[in-house]
């Protein structure tokens, strides 16, 4: 088993307060008793000898698939594209402010 990080209660009515929590008095027995096993846990884990292991950055050995960003020509002219557009200012659509 591991050694137990105790948090105060007044640890929790500071964790409560920077959340925006109110907390009843069972909720704050509760939460000092998890919070306080969960911090116990995490310094267990910085126990660990890790020295020499690889960091595992992807498990399911999927790769990022990517192709070349090419130009391709439709024949068509920005001019042709724009020129059925209601509005246009410095060559782009111009629409309605919307927020």
Known sequence: MYQMAKLSRG???????????ELT????DK??????????????LQNVN???LQPTYQVTG???????DE??????SQAELLKNV???ENKQIKVRRVL
């Open 86 to 88: 209601p509005t246009l």
């Open 31 to 44: 939460f000092q008793k998890e919070l306080s096993e969960i911090l116990g846990y995490v310094e267990q």
């Open 11 to 21: 640890d929790i009515l500071k964790l409560a307060q920077l959340a925006q929590l």
């Open 71 to 76: 130009i391709i020509d439709y024949g068509v």
């Open 50 to 52: 890790v020295e020499g």
């Open 62 to 68: 999927l790769k990022n698939v990517t192709r070349k």
């Open 25 to 28: 008095d069972g909720e704050i």
